[in-house]
């Protein structure tokens, strides 16, 4: 395979680039992307739920702040890069 040069410079070929918020591979498909948009949105949930979370066990109010963090959470990460 020849080489690719850019400005006198040669590129190293990847098999995942990212461009602004979105991974892509070789293959166009979604799957990266859509992986490490689920381990932002479970690590961020984990914390957060840490950071708030009123009492051990399950009860109504907690189930409540559990929902609305990971709605929030959720929401936001997946969002990036989609155009309305």
């Known amino acids: 395979m020849h080489s690719i ?7 190293e070929l990847c098999n995942k680039v990212k461009y602004l ?3 892509l591979d070789p293959k166009l498909s979604w799957k990266l992307h859509i992986e490490a948009k689920c381990n932002k949105t479970l690590i961020s949930f984990h914390q957060l739920r840490k950071a708030v979370h ?3 066990g399950f009860n109504t109010q907690s189930y409540v702040v559990d929902v609305h963090c990971y709605n929030q959470t959720f929401t936001h990460i997946c969002s990036c890069g989609v155009v309305a």
Do not use: D, N
């Open 54 to 56: 009123i009492s051990w």
């Open 5 to 11: 040069y850019f400005y006198g410079k040669e590129l």
């Open 21 to 23: 918020p979105v991974i």
